[in-house]
């Protein structure tokens, strides 16, 4: 009985040492091997090798242009108004219409139009759109300023005394994604609209946004540009390269605080099953050896 004593006197705290060792060493193990899983996992969206990255900085095709050199296309969608009469392009509706309508055969999206909007309508398949009293007018190719002009010179020889033409193109957007407080689509009103003025429009950063290395994508997919932009940096706000285009991605990555949280995060909810169930064989195993 003495021996045996003897050896539970032992056993009990060489246990709670094996156990307290054992506990350690899967922490360990768990810290070295489970974040990098963890870090993939978060940050997986539009990653690239430095060298592409590098060579977008240098090369930026139409940087600080905005959309005013935007080209229409077929299916874009064009806004109409004339100045003199900012609900419609001519005097009056047709009869039977309502603002934002399709007037005299043109081709128009149907929404509605509330007074000072202008009308909506869509360039066919052939780059041509449809307006009231004038017809088909070839508008791909243009420019923004382009197709006004254009617009504005028909309707004043055949139409109007004096018009004054506003055109916008209103299916041009940009995407926001990432550490943001409202990601989605955000339509591009005007012809340079920049970085700040859209993150802003969003909601702002996230407490967890990277604001030193802000992607902004854009061209073809296939070979797209991608400028990596600072916005800690007070100087960044020159950077013509915050102007924003059609089709533009923006990603907002997490920052490193905001990973190691999420990685510890990870950690802790990995580990707790493990963690119970040596405890709770820690305390049987000590109420045996009592």
């Not at 990653?47 to 080209?71: C, K, M, V």
């Not at 009308?119 to 070839?138: C, K, R, S």
């Not at 946004?209 to 916005?231: M, Q």
């Amino acid at each position: 009985m003495k021996l045996l004593r003897n050896i539970n006197k032992y056993a009990v705290p060489f246990a709670m040492r094996f156990y307290t060792a054992l506990i350690i060493t899967l922490l360990l193990f768990v810290a070295f091997t489970f974040p990098s899983c963890s870090y993939k996992q978060q940050q997986v969206l539009f990653q690239l090798p430095a060298s592409a990255a590098d060579s977008a900085r240098y090369n930026q095709a139409g940087s600080g242009s905005g959309t005013s050199d935007y080209h229409i296309k077929s299916q874009d969608i064009l806004q109409i108004r004339n100045l003199q009469n900012s609900k419609y392009i001519v005097d009056e509706a047709p009869s039977g219409t309502t603002g934002g309508s399709t007037m005299g055969g043109g081709s128009n999206t149907g929404g509605g139009t509330s007074a000072g909007e202008g009308q909506t309508y869509q360039v066919e398949d052939d780059g041509t759109v449809a307006l009231p009293l004038i017809g088909h007018i070839q508008v791909a190719g243009l420019t923004r300023a382009e197709a006004a002009k254009k617009v504005e010179e028909l309707y004043r020889q055949n139409v109007l005394v004096n018009p004054i033409i506003d055109l916008k193109i209103v299916n041009l957007k940009v995407t926001i994604l990432g550490e943001i407080r409202t990601p989605g689509n955000y339509p591009l009103v005007k012809d340079k609209t920049n970085l700040v003025e859209m993150i802003g429009q969003a909601g702002g950063l996230t407490e967890k946004a990277n604001e030193k290395t802000i992607k902004i994508i854009r061209g073809d997919p296939k070979n797209p540009l991608v400028a990596e932009i600072d916005l800690s940096k007070i100087q960044t706000l020159a950077d013509p390269r915050l102007i924003l285009q059609n089709n533009d991605i923006i990603y907002i990555a997490q920052n490193k605080r905001a990973i190691k949280g999420d990685q510890l995060q990870n950690v802790t909810t990995t580990l707790q099953p493990g963690l119970i169930i040596l405890n709770t064989a820690l305390i049987i195993y000590t109420l045996i050896h009592r």
